[in-house]
């Protein structure tokens, strides 16, 4: 069992930043790999960006070059670093860990970019 908290959401205008947090806790040994979802109103949850254990990174095309996932492992810690956010990022954001054919999720957090 992983256990997954999220911080760091809130109001942002056009063009500003925002870091969210995920910590991760329970058996993260076992994690494989980590990322952060986003589900708008009345939208399908759409992945924005993850990271394996090893490092190798990807991500939407929507955030490419404005978002940066990052992961420290000594705190077992999966960051998002949202820059030149958008009234389109506005979502509740999920946390995810991948464990084999499991996976495990947070329980979101709200960001909204005023425009």
């Known amino acids: 069992q992983v256990q997954l908290v999220e911080s760091g959401g809130g109001l942002v205008q056009t063009g500003g930043s925002l870091r969210l947090s995920c910590a991760a806790s329970?058996?993260?040994?076992?994690?494989?790999?980590m990322g952060w979802y986003r589900q708008a109103p009345g939208k399908q949850r759409e992945l924005v960006a993850a990271?394996?254990?090893?490092?190798?990174?990807n991500y939407a095309d929507s955030v490419k070059g404005r978002f940066t996932i990052s992961r420290d492992n000594a705190k077992n810690t999966v960051y998002l670093q949202m820059n030149n956010l958008k009234p389109e990022d506005t979502a509740v954001y999920y946390c995810?860990?991948?464990?084999?054919?499991?996976?495990?999720w947070g329980q979101g957090t709200q960001v909204t970019v005023s425009s």
């Open positions: 329970g058996s993260i040994f076992s994690i494989n790999a």
């Open positions: 990271v394996t254990d090893g490092g190798s990174t």
């Open positions: 995810a860990a991948y464990v084999g054919s499991n996976d495990y």
